[in-house]
């Protein structure tokens, strides 16, 4: 099989289901291959790596679509994310993202901790009631899903009546992240665009006149101090990534967390003896089951390498984060999931100027999650098997049935 089959393969049902297979298939062609035409698929944890910190290789920014996507400026979905900073260059992309990061910055998300405990405190006494009489919770939608909604949510400043309408609104939106959308995604995710740029008009504009103390209201006061480093449309594109960026990423780390705990007794043993911190559990879950999988950029200057390939002007290049993360140059034993790994550093937050602005936040959910989950249910089982979300760039669950006791 060649590396254009395996990109036909990674796009069926099965492929998607577990790619794993596919990546070790690809590797055995070298770090970077070429796929279909104009396209080259990077395996290698150092090619993926190397492609992500160079700036040469450029996100697919407003100008690139309009130039070859056809149809682009038709689709408010594609409009919205390509003002914000996930899919735009330098320069535009710098200034927008030391004005974002000026405002949520590391020292917010430690300050939001206490929160995110008593988030998670909360969701887990929700659960108890519900799994009570011995019968099966699901996972997914009991807490993996309402955690990063709840936290974001409270970040920004969403007040809580209106956070559960965002759930089908971000993942309708964000299928317009997946390699293929059908026209009835498309459709889906350009009324969720509209519908979530409309609410954020609203709060921005209620939090400029009565500011409190949250993320829209910094964004909005730093954004009205100088309109040239961020625009109204580029406020809002990013206050959307903001709420959105972390839903499913987020809910699949802890979906795929629990599902590797299940799986490998002696970690939750080590949980519990602490031969195993939830940081380390949390690094390798994030690396042996990444939330997202691929990611991708075009060869934007002439004369790029990766490794020892030439990459010709303009090509597309899919960077397989998910096989990178297996790499056996780089990981020992890298299909062994072993959560006492050091220096681990998988890619699944990214890497470079786009590396993930809510890493720390996403990290810190985990931790907490998991420490309480263990420490709360020590009889915690699954009841079932669990099914998987059919999508390849966001890997997660569906539905994760648990029994609590
Ligand atoms: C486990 C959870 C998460 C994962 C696996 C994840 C993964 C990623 C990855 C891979 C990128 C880089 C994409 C690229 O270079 O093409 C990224 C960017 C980004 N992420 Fe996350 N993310 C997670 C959670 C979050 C959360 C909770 C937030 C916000 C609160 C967030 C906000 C962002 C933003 C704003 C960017 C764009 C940064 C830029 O382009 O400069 N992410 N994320």
């Known amino acids: 099989m060649d590396g254009e089959a395996i990109v036909e393969q990674l796009m069926t049902v099965e492929g998607r289901r577990d790619p794993y297979p596919l990546y070790e298939l690809a590797r055995t062609l070298g770090p970077v291959i070429p796929g279909p035409p104009d396209l080259l698929l990077a395996v290698g944890y150092r090619e993926v790596n190397q492609v992500l910190r160079n700036m040469g290789f450029a996100v697919a920014d407003t100008a690139t679509r309009e130039r070859w996507e056809p149809g682009f400026a038709d689709h ?72 990063p909604v709840g936290v974001i949510c409270e970040l920004l400043g969403v007040p809580e009546a209106d956070r559960y309408r965002f759930r089908g609104l971000a993942s309708e939106l964000t299928a317009t992240l997946e390699i293929i959308a059908t026209d009835e995604e498309l459709a889906a995710a350009d009324r969720a665009a509209d519908e979530l740029a409309g609410y954020f008009t609203e709060l921005a504009a209620a939090r400029t006149a009565h500011p409190r103390d949250d993320l829209v209201s910094a964004l909005v006061e730093v954004a009205a101090a100088d309109e040239s480093r961020l625009s109204g449309p580029e406020l809002l594109a990013n206050l959307v990534l903001l709420l959105v960026a972390g839903f499913e990423t987020t809910t699949n780390l802890l979906g795929n967390g629990l599902a590797l705990l299940f799986r490998h007794p002696e970690a939750l043993a080590g949980l519990r003896d602490g031969g195993v911190t939830p940081a380390g559990f949390t690094d390798e879950v994030l690396r ?118």
Do not use: K, W
């Not at 659960?127 to 996972?139: E, H, I, L, N, T």
């Not at 890493?359 to 098997?385: C, I």
């Open 76 to 147: 408010s979905s594609r409009v919205l994310f390509s003002r914000s900073i996930l899919e735009s260059n330098a320069p535009h992309h710098a200034r927008m993202r030391s004005l974002i990061a000026s405002v949520f910055t590391p020292r917010r998300v430690a300050a939001l901790e206490p929160a995110v405990t008593a988030a998670v405190h909360r969701l887990l006494d929700e659960m108890a009631d519900r799994g009570a009489d011995g019968s099966p919770v699901d996972f997914m939608d009991a807490f993996a899903f309402r955690l």
């Open 288 to 405: 042996h089951d990444s939330p997202v999988q691929l990611t991708s950029r075009i060869a934007l200057t002439g004369g790029l390498r990766i490794g020892e390939l030439e990459v010709p002007y303009g090509s597309g290049v899919f960077l397989l984060i998910g096989a990178a993360n297996r790499d056996p140059d780089r990981y020992e034993h890298p299909d062994r999931f072993d959560p006492t790994r050091r220096d681990s550093q998988p890619l699944s937050f990214g890497a470079g100027p786009h590396y993930c602005l809510g890493a720390q936040l996403a990290r810190q959910e985990s931790q907490v999650a998991v420490r309480a989950l263990v420490d709360r249910f020590p009889a915690l089982a699954p009841a079932g098997e669990p099914v998987r979300r059919d999508r390849l760039v966001l890997r997660g669950y569906e539905t994760l049935p648990v029994i609590l006791r």
